[in-house]
């Protein structure tokens, strides 16, 4: 039990801290720092539930999106801020950066055809937390948008 | 002061907008939004913008005078794009007048507080080493990933300031990256030597752009999407040939 929570705790306070570095390096205003920190926490934890739950890798990225975008929504309407400030630091830990790594490393040594099957998982993952987003932002839209 | 003159200045405040805004890595849907925006709260009744990664056009519709501007840099800069709405706002709210309006987004443009460099190399350090574990890396590596991180985004950000050769500070940063992964590896200093480069190259894959790039094309800016995904997929190509290398050589 108190392993779990130290695991719980441990992924949201590293995808927090993650973020908000990436938030620096991307100058966001200082205003949104931790804003850009709780939702790029949200959207992984939603995430790494997901996936100790074994449901693949293309469900969790389009529903941790999903979460990103809502939240990023909600502290955007808050904060009057656009939107795009808070998803793309949180959008960090998701993006399949490992994955393209591996796409890449593959190719170089000549295994193409697990090169090519990682480059689709990269263009699948990105696909899934596209549609993440136009799903929030169809849910945003029924509610009055007030120029954010 | 003449119709024409009005109708001049109004463009070139629109366009500027806009330029920053793309500059900076906005959406193009807002980018086009603000700019309109502008226009209509300036008394103009109608406007059409075309808007691309690499130019910039807009029409104001009782004059008919047009303008046109180049996009010549594309970073990531998310204070600026908030300081145009902003300022885009208080135009709205009537706070500010259009000569004003000019004046801010041109003294933006010019000078907005970057975070301190030491600070960034930390934060990069910090980004490194958090994704490394989350990631599921292990903990003896949490340190040389931290350091390796930060020294490629050193060099990442050195080489972008002296060097003006696209692609080429992306591709130093990495194959200093893998350089130093193997050699922290060799020295027993690090256990998975793919973990401590997936860690230390998260600060500067373009993993946004190309989601960014996806969301584009969805949403019907055909051009924006496919000129993003490319700069994308160039910027990842230069990582991995510069961690290719290692793998190669070594």
Known sequence: ???????????????????????????????????CGLTGAAGWFVYWLLVQLDLGHMLP??????????????????????????????LVPLVPGGVAYRCVRALVLGNYTQGIGFAIQVMMISGAIAVGFMLAQFVGLRRPAKNS | ?????????????????????????????????????IAQNAGEKQSITFTTPTGIFMELGDSGAVQIRQITSRTINLEKVEHVNALSREFAAQTINLGQLHQRLASLDR????????????????????????????WQDFISTAVIGATGYAVFYWVRDRLNISYLNEFLAAFTIG?????????????????IIIGGVMPLVPGVPITNAVRDVLAGHLLSGIARGMDAIFSVSAIGVGIALIFRFF
């Open chain 1, 1 to 35: 039990m108190i392993t779990l929570f130290g695991k719980v705790l441990l992924q949201l306070v590293f995808s927090y801290i993650a973020t908000v570095a990436f938030g620096i390096c991307t100058n966001v205003p200082h205003r949104a720092l931790n804003a």
């Open chain 2, 111 to 138: 000078d907005v507080p970057f975070f301190p460099v030491w600070l960034q190399i930390i934060a990069a350090a910090l980004v490194s080493c958090t994704l490394m574990i989350i990631y599921g890396g292990y």
């Open chain 2, 1 to 37: 002061m003449s119709e024409q003159q009005q109708s001049s200045e109004l463009l070139d405040t629109c366009l500027m907008a806009g330029r920053i805004m793309i500059e900076s890595g906005s959406e193009m849907y807002r980018v086009e939004d603000t700019m309109n925006r």
């Open chain 2, 179 to 195: 350089l130093l992964a193997l050699i922290a590896v060799r020295l027993h200093l690090g256990r998975s030597i793919d973990m």
């Open chain 1, 61 to 90: 990225n389009l529903i941790g999106a999903f979460v990103i975008a809502s939240v990023s929504l909600f502290f955007a309407r808050m904060k009057k801020i656009p939107v795009i400030i808070f998803n793309i630091p949180s």
